[in-house]
């Protein structure tokens, strides 16, 4: 239970200002989340991390010296935004290029993806660390679709280090990558975590049983077993990690036993009791094991065992000094912070300067209601959207797409005051969408925003067909930046079917409004039918098991908002001649 909050909503918002205040020595907050209070006076990699909120320390608690530059920080277990991202590094940047370090899970991956875009193309030289150390969720033979969990401590701690010590940022690079492929990672759950305000934890488990396989976003675990003495489960989860031995032959162990959030240290100690000698056993040395709370799940009960085995050059990076509000180590130097403290280049966003047509004026208002009407129904929407993606994924789909939702509306009406036509003011609700939605689905759907508004343009109202087209590359944009396909059970599944149903009816000259309705029609019916499907895509895949009988939480909403908005979108008459 979180007992601890005002408005629900602001809560990871809070946290993060409460944070930066009480360690203001070491850090200070930025736009997206936090970087070190001191620019080094050289020029140095900056190691930025990130992620949702809800896993203190990680990924704001391990700021400073020897350790991260800066960290992303989203809403809880949502993913920050493009534009955080871009934000942060910027900030952290001294100079040297930036990198980019998190867990493997898609929001991340596009947001972070598409913030280096941005950033390479200003001249700031950005790379990409991606964590993947969970043994749980996926096979060896798709071992680069496995999630980050726990091990993210160990490969940030390595390429902090090894920024700290000069390294450019190839070698970095190199460096994280080498320790992710060394790092693996078995974890349990005993309890599962509830947000701010709820009622009810993520997921429950029988009195008497434990998941193994847990995600740190309060997934279930893969499947749930009695619940073992200390020593039957050190046993157990030794044995899980080991079977995973890379080939390295390495000697050397980096170990993190991690308490999920509720899971007392004593109780770590006593199973570390097992876990030490067995490792002892098989012949390992134990290089500074940590036992303790480093990567958490909210209040979620349960626990981890990290391995990374370690060469020479890891051991170096792993055992060097650090200093951060949340993790100490050894003694670190470091330059009193006001003394080379130098205020970030402030982004200074231009005030939009829009032209447009009368005509497209007029069809911006009908976008603006569709908007409306979308932002209406998402909010009466969002805990049973939220319970959707409870089942196999982290919850979150309904607050994210109010978020989104929200967001844009009030971008798309600041937007229209200024004079947009219809176009502009879809890109900037769809920005405004990316932005403070996070997830998966925020981005996506930001994204799909700008594209339609860029296809539709400001001059023209649209005929049938350009809107047909639009919705096209509203589709091209999400296939291009998530990469499902149909049948990988996501909001593709939807989509797709009602890009192409609206294509072949106002192609074969049904009136738009009829064609919207039908193409809405077969939407709504392909998402429902998705509750067969196993998810291969998104953070739901490594729980395919439990998603089957379940629709996709995104197709499901998506399927709602284009039945919703159709009325507006065709809104407008469509003189005979201009209908092809
Ligand atoms: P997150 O998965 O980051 O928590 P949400 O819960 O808001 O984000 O959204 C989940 C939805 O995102 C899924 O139900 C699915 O429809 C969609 N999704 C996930 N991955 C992809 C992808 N690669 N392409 C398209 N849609 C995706
Ligand atoms: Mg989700």
């Given at each position: ?6 408005d ?60 991260a530059?800066?960290a992303?920080?989203g809403?809880?277990f ?14 952290a ?71 700290e ?32 305000g ?36 050190g ?7 080991l ?21 007392k ?10 876990v ?31 391995l ?14 650090a ?8 003694a670190v ?66 607050r994210?797409?109010v ?7 009030d ?19 769809g ?6 939605a996070?997830?998966?689905?925020g ?48 909001m ?69 908002v ?19």
């Amino acid at each position: 239970m979180t007992r601890i909050f005002n408005d629900p909503a602001d809560f990871a918002d809070e946290a993060l200002a409460g944070f930066c205040d009480a360690h203001s020595d070491l850090v200070r907050q930025v736009e997206g989340g936090a970087v070190r209070r001191g620019r080094p006076s050289t020029p140095k990699v900056a190691v930025v991390t990130g992620g949702g909120s809800g896993h203190y320390p990680a990924f704001a608690g391990i700021i400073g010296p020897g350790f991260a530059d800066g960290a992303v920080v989203g809403n809880i277990f949502t993913s920050p935004s493009t534009q955080q991202a871009y934000s942060v590094a910027k900030a952290a940047n001294s100079g040297a290029g930036v990198v980019f370090t998190y867990g493997n899970y898609a929001g991340d991956v596009m947001n972070f993806g598409m913030a280096s875009e941005r950033l390479n193309a200003e001249g700031i030289a950005t790379e990409n660390v991606l964590v993947t150390d969970d043994i749980a969720s996926a096979s060896p033979a798709e071992i680069e679709k496995r999630r980050g969990i726990a091990g993210d401590f160990v490969v940030f701690k390595v390429m902090g280090a090894a920024a700290e010590a000069g390294l450019d940022l190839a070698s970095v690079v190199r460096v994280g990558r080498k320790a992710n492929d060394a790092t693996r990672t078995i974890g349990t759950a005993f309890s599962g975590c509830t947000f701010p305000g709820a009622e009810q934890p993520l997921f429950r488990l029988p009195k008497g049983k434990m998941g193994l396989g847990l995600g740190i976003h309060g997934e279930p675990g893969l499947f749930d077993t009695e619940l073992p003495t200390a020593v039957e489960l050190g046993q157990e989860l030794v044995r899980r990690v080991l079977a995973e031995t890379p080939a390295s032959g390495a000697t050397r162990l980096a170990v993190i036993l991690n308490g999920l959030g509720s899971t007392k240290h004593e109780e770590l100690f006593v199973l570390w009791r097992t876990v030490a000698p067995l490792l002892r056993e098989a012949g390992y040395t134990l290089v500074m094991p940590e036992v303790g709370e480093l990567v958490t799940s909210l209040d979620m009960a349960g626990a981890s065992l990290t391995l990374t085995w370690l060469d020479d050059e890891l051991e170096q990076y792993w055992t060097a000094p650090a200093l951060t509000p949340a993790y100490r180590r050894g003694a670190v130097g470091f330059e009193a912070s006001s003394a080379v403290y130098t205020e970030a280049d402030p982004d200074h966003v231009a005030e939009a300067d829009y032209s447009s047509t009368a005509e497209s004026r007029a069809y911006a208002a009908h976008c603006l209601q569709a908007l409306d009407t979308t932002a209406a129904l998402l909010r009466d929407s969002e805990s049973m959207l939220g319970d959707m993606d409870a089942i196999a994924g982290d919850g979150d789909h309904g607050r994210g797409m109010v978020r989104g939702s929200a967001a844009a509306l009030d971008a798309a009406r600041e937007a229209f005051e200024l004079g947009a036509g219809a176009g502009s003011l879809l890109a900037a609700a769809g920005d405004a969408w990316a932005d403070k939605a996070g997830g998966t689905s925020g981005v996506l759907w930001g994204a799909g925003l700008r594209a339609l508004g860029e296809r539709l343009g400001d001059a023209e109202t649209p005929t049938p067909a350009a809107l047909a087209e639009s919705v096209r590359a509203f589709a091209e944009r999400l296939s291009s930046l998530g990469k499902a396909e149909i049948g990988d059970k996501t909001m593709m599944d939807a989509l797709l079917p009602f890009a192409a149903s609206l294509e072949d009816r106002v192609g074969s000259g049904t009136a738009v409004e009829e064609a919207w309705s039908a193409a809405a029609a077969d939407a709504t019916a392909a998402a429902g039918a998705t509750a067969e499907l196993r998810p291969l895509k998104g953070r739901a895949r490594p729980l395919a098991e439990k998603s089957i009988g379940t629709p996709d939480p995104g197709a499901t909403s998506l399927a709602m908002v284009f039945t919703a908005v159709g009325p507006h979108f065709t809104a407008v008459p469509v003189p005979a001649a201009a209908n092809n």
